[in-house]
């Protein structure tokens, strides 16, 4: 389930005023992950007036991007990202081993096929404008020009489950964050019931070296998340 690890991948309140939230929702089953159609946010600081768009997806190039939302932004940088389903080939299956990780999870439904994204791409016309990330620390001063996971941070994640199902177990990856070394990220699941569709996910960073990170899943939203963005030029 390597794809669920690439929320921190530059491919990619309306809550608390200037906080992240997911708007229109189904509910799961099982009182866990919740069905969510579009993403409502608003940048920090933004005064670069309208005309900008931002999307979530996969990047693969300066010309290439495989959107799953898109959505315009408002002079006070507000936002709403409409979802649908990953194209086929963004999809992976849940319970696979990649060569590259090890650890794995368990589903209690078969066959079940899994997206993720975190981070979303602004768009001045058809060029990058910059990078936003929903999460609970200011990253903007940071020396990496993507945000790195810091101890104790909460990030949230966007995952696409194509059936409902409860999920259970670790995995662990490597992740470069356009950073000299690979980070070894592991995605730690305590028998959380996802929804068919799009879930929100909460991930807190429990443990953090040099060389590690490890993120427990949640979908409790603690409340104290925002959209932080960076300008590419």
């Known amino acids: 389930m390597k794809k669920l690890l690439i929320l921190f991948s530059l491919f990619f309140a309306i809550l608390f005023i200037s906080g992240c939230s997911e708007d229109d929702t189904t509910p799961g089953a099982g009182g866990g992950g919740t069905a969510v159609n579009s993403v409502s946010g608003k940048l920090e600081g933004w005064t670069f007036g309208t005309g900008k768009t931002i999307m979530m997806g996969q990047y693969n190039g300066p010309t290439s991007f495989d959107a799953v939302g898109t959505g315009t932004i408002a002079a006070d940088g507000s936002f709403t990202i409409n979802l649908m389903a990953p194209m086929e080939f963004l999809l992976d299956s849940l319970t696979s081993i990649d060569p590259h990780c090890t650890g794995s999870f368990t589903s209690s439904t078969s066959g079940v096929m899994v997206y993720g994204t975190g981070g979303a791409m602004i768009m001045d016309g058809s060029s990058m404008f910059g990078y936003a990330q929903c999460t609970s620390r200011d990253f903007r001063n940071d020396s990496a020009r993507i945000y790195v996971p810091q101890l104790n941070d909460y990030i949230l994640e966007i995952v696409y489950m194509n059936k409902a199902t409860t999920v259970n177990g670790s995995q662990t990856c490597p992740q470069d964050f356009n950073e000299p070394t690979e980070i070894m990220v592991t995605r730690q699941v305590n028998n959380l019931n996802f929804a068919s569709g799009w879930n929100k996910i909460y991930n807190k ?4 070296s040099s060389g590690a990170a490890t993120l427990q899943m949640s979908f409790t939203d603690p409340g104290t ?9």
């Open 205 to 208: 960073v429990s443990a953090r």
């Open 225 to 233: 998340l925002k959209w932080y963005f960076f300008r590419f030029n």
